[in-house]
């Protein structure tokens, strides 16, 4: 069983930063993927930003240049720094895992709000 727990959501003003954290548990023997993904309210849930098991990246048109992914040293762990923050970054964001099986495993979420 695999969990993720998400971290670093709050309220913050316009151009702000805030850096989201996730930390899986659980038996993990190979991580492929690891994403960003939010969902606004009355919008569909949309990719962020994922960083693959070799280090590739890609990201929202929307936040590129202002949002950045990275995977911490222990594994099954994934950063998201956003920078110069915008009222439509306001979501919950989360995070998911994919395994080398393809079997996803998503976090519980938090909120982003960022006040304009």
């Known amino acids: 069983q695999v969990q993720l727990v998400e971290s670093g959501g709050g309220l913050v003003q316009a151009g702000g930063s805030l850096r989201l954290s996730c930390a899986a548990s659980?038996?993990?023997?190979?991580?492929?993927?690891m994403g960003w993904y939010r969902q606004a309210p009355g919008k569909q849930r949309e990719l962020v930003a994922a960083i693959t098991r070799s280090g590739s990246t890609n990201y929202l048109d929307s936040v590129k240049g202002r949002f950045t992914i990275s995977r911490g040293n222990a594994k099954g762990t994934v950063y998201l720094q956003m920078n110069s923050l915008k009222a439509e970054d306001t979501a919950v964001y989360y995070c998911?895992?994919?395994?080398?099986?393809?079997?996803?495993?998503w976090g519980q979420g938090t909120q982003v709000t960022v006040s304009s």
């Open positions: 998911k895992l994919t395994d080398w099986a393809g079997q996803d495993y």
């Open positions: 659980g038996s993990i023997f190979l991580i492929n993927v």
